[in-house]
C-alpha cells in the first residue's frame, strides 16, 4: 500500500521547511535549479501514447495542478513522477538526482490516490502513524508526528476514532496526514476530492492551501475542475491529449488562453468568427488591428467582460443585439444576445429585461484575444 512507500525518509529538516517556504513560489530562478525536472519524459502503451515527450519544471514550494480533460494522461503524468510507472522515454529529476529508474519507495515523493486506501481495522491515530511505525521510528517520536501531523489536518479530536466511522472529507484528511507524515519532497494528489460534494470540496480547498503553507513543500495536485486548479495552485499545467496545452498562473491561463482548447476547456467563452486581413481583424462589424497571418480568426470574449447597456462610445466595441435566451442562475441572470455575425453569451443582474427585448453591449479591447483557425 503506498503508505509504506518513503519510509525512514525524512527529506524535510525544520529548516529545509522555512528554506522551501522561502522561495515561495513561481519558476526556479537561475541560482536555484527546480526540484523536479521532467525532460522529454513520454508513455506509450502500445499504440496509445498516453503521453507525448514533454519537459517540466516544478520549483520547491509550488502548488501546481495538472488540469485536462478525463483520458488526457493527468494520472499517467503524475504516476510518472511518483515512480509507479516507468517512462517509455525522458528522465525524471527530483533535487538534481536523476530518479527515473528509481522505485517509488526510494523516491523522496508521496502520493495520495483518489481512493483513500486506509486501514480498516485501525484507528486514525494508527493509520497515520503506520508509515513510521514500519519504519522503526520510535514510539514517543511517532506519538508527537502523529499529533502534529493530525493536528495540521484538524483531526486531534478524531483521533482515536475508527476510520470506518469517519465522513469522506474526514478519511480524505486521515489521507493526507499519513502522506505528510512521511514529510516527502514532493506530495502527489491524484484528484483526492474527486468523491467529495462541493461544499467539502471547497471547505478542503482552503484546508489545502492552509496546509500548502504551513509545511512549506511542493504539492502536485491531479484535477479535471478548472475551478478547482484556479482555487488551490500558483501554477496551472493544461493538458489536451497527452501534450501540455498551455502552462502558467491561473491569470494567465484564463485571460490570455494561448489556443482554441485551453480557451474552452478553462471558463466560459464566446467566440465570433472574423478575418484578419493585412494586420486588421474585422468581425460582426467591429475591427482592430492585429498582427498575425491573412485569414480566419476567431475573437474570443469572455461573457463576464461583456457589459450590457452600454452608449456607444463609451467601450472599444459596441454592438447592438436582441436578446434571445435568458436564464436566471442565482446570483446573476444569463442572457444569449444575438449581435450582427453571431450571438454571445452575457451575464447581468436586470431581471425586467427579456427575450425579444433589444440591447446594448459592448466591451474593451484588452479583454478580448484572437486565435486563428486558418493553417
Ligand atoms: N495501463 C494502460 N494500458 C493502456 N492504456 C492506458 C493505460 N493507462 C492509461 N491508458 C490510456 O492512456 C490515456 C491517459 O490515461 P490517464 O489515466 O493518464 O488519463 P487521465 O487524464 O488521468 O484521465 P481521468 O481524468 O479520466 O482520470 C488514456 O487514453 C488511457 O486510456
Ligand atoms: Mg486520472
Given at each position: 500500500m503506498q503508505m509504506t512507500r518513503d519510509i525512514g525518509r525524512q527529506s524535510f529538516s525544520a529548516s529545509g521547511m522555512a528554506a522551501s517556504a522561502r522561495a515561495g513560489v513561481g519558476v526556479a530562478t537561475a541560482s536555484e535549479p527546480s526540484l523536479v525536472q521532467l525532460r522529454q519524459v513520454s508513455k506509450a502503451y502500445g499504440e496509445v501514447?498516453?503521453?507525448?515527450?514533454l519537459d517540466l519544471e516544478i520549483a520547491a514550494g509550488d502548488f501546481l495542478a495538472i488540469l485536462g480533460p478525463s483520458g488526457c494522461g493527468k494520472t499517467t503524468l503524475l504516476r510518472m513522477l511518483g515512480g509507479f510507472i516507468k517512462p517509455t522515454s525522458g528522465t525524471v529529476s527530483i533535487a538534481g538526482e536523476d530518479?527515473?529508474?528509481?522505485?517509488p519507495e526510494r523516491r523522496s515523493t508521496n502520493m495520495v490516490f483518489q481512493?483513500?486506501?486506509?486501514?480498516?481495522?485501525?484507528?486514525v491515530r494508527q493509520n497515520v502513524g503506520y508509515g513510521l511505525t514500519i519504519a522503526g521510528v520510535a514510539r514517543a517520536e511517532i506519538q508527537k508526528r502523529v499529533d502534529e501531523t493530525l493536528a495540521l489536518v484538524r483531526l486531534e479530536s478524531l483521533a482515536?476514532?475508527?476510520?470506518?466511522?469517519?465522513?469522506g472529507g474526514q478519511q480524505q484528511r486521515v489521507a493526507l496526514a499519513r502522506a505528510l507524515i512521511m514529510r516527502p519532497k514532493v506530495l502527489l494528489l491524484d484528484?483526492?476530492?474527486?468523491?467529495?460534494?462541493l461544499k467539502l470540496r471547497k471547505a478542503m480547498h482552503t484546508e489545502l492551501r492552509t496546509l500548502h503553507k504551513a509545511v512549506g513543500g511542493t504539492f502536485v495536485f491531479v484535477t479535471h475542475d478548472q475551478g478547482e486548479a484556479m482555487a488551490l495552485a500558483n501554477r496551472i499545467v493544461v493538458m489536451d491529449k497527452g501534450r501540455v496545452a498551455q502552462q502558467g498562473t491561473a491569470e494567465d491561463i484564463y485571460?490570455?488562453?494561448?489556443?482554441h482548447f485551453v480557451s474552452t476547456f478553462v471558463g466560459e467563452v464566446n467566440f465570433i468568427a472574423g478575418t484578419r486581413k493585412a494586420g486588421q481583424v474585422e468581425f460582426g462589424g467591429g475591427r482592430f488591428a492585429d498582427p498575425g497571418s491573412d485569414g480566419k480568426v476567431m475573437v474570443g470574449i469572455r461573457p463576464e467582460s461583456i457589459l450590457l447597456g452600454v452608449q456607444e462610445g463609451t467601450t472599444d466595441f459596441h454592438f447592438s443585439g436582441v436578446i434571445r435566451e435568458k436564464l436566471f442562475l442565482g446570483p446573476f441572470v444569463q442572457y444569449v444576445v444575438e449581435i450582427p455575425g453571431g450571438s454571445v453569451t452575457v451575464y447581468g443582474r436586470a431581471l425586467r429585461l427579456g427575450e425579444g427585448d433589444p440591447i446594448t453591449l459592448g466591451w474593451s479591447a484588452t479583454d478580448h484575444w484572437v486565435v486563428d483557425t486558418h493553417g
Open positions: 501514447i498516453a503521453v507525448h515527450p530518479v527515473t529508474a528509481q522505485a481512493s483513500y486506501g486506509l486501514f480498516p481495522h485501525m484507528n482515536n476514532s475508527r476510520v470506518t466511522e469517519l465522513s484528484e483526492p476530492l474527486a468523491a467529495l460534494d485571460l490570455r488562453p494561448s489556443n
